[in-house]
């Protein structure tokens, strides 16, 4: 009988590969007693706003995290500049924002854009997942 280990890097590549038609995640969310619970999320877009949102449960009120971007022409195309996260206080530290950034790169990379990062939290998401497929999209 043999007994087959998937390494690390080729289980990325997977799911790298299926995460980019489908946002749908799994993140740590708080409850209303405080303890924490898996709860699926979805990245949404609004491209007429330049904003990629995630809108969670948070006590019974909803809470809006997003990614807002503009689209700019330029002589080498089309350049989204991604100048702004936020994620509410009671979602931080949970990765949502990271579900935030990988939209918004995926969507570069479909849509194959350049990405102008003046979003200090994308900046750093970038050093942190360099992947060519981002990289070479950074102007």
């Known amino acids: 009988q043999c007994t087959r280990t998937m390494s690390f890097q080729k289980l990325h590549k997977l799911s790298t590969f299926y995460s980019r038609s489908l946002f749908t995640r799994l993140i740590m969310t708080s409850t209303k007693e405080g303890a924490s619970a898996t709860a699926p999320i979805e990245v949404l877009h609004d491209e007429k706003k330049g904003e990629f949102y995630i809108e ?8 809006r995290a997003y990614l807002q971007y503009t ?3 330029g002589d080498k195309g089309e350049v989204l500049d991604m100048y702004h996260t936020l994620v509410p206080p009671e979602f931080r530290g949970k990765g949502v924002a990271k579900h935030l950034a990988k939209a918004a790169f995926d969507h570069a990379v479909k849509k194959d854009v350049s990405m102008r990062l003046t979003c200090s939290y994308l900046q750093k998401y970038a050093q942190d997942n360099p992947t060519p497929e981002y990289t070479k999209r950074i102007v």
């Not at 969670?56 to 809470?63: E, F, R, V, Y």
């Open 56 to 63: 969670m449960d948070a006590g019974g009120k909803t809470s």
């Open 71 to 73: 689209s700019q022409g």
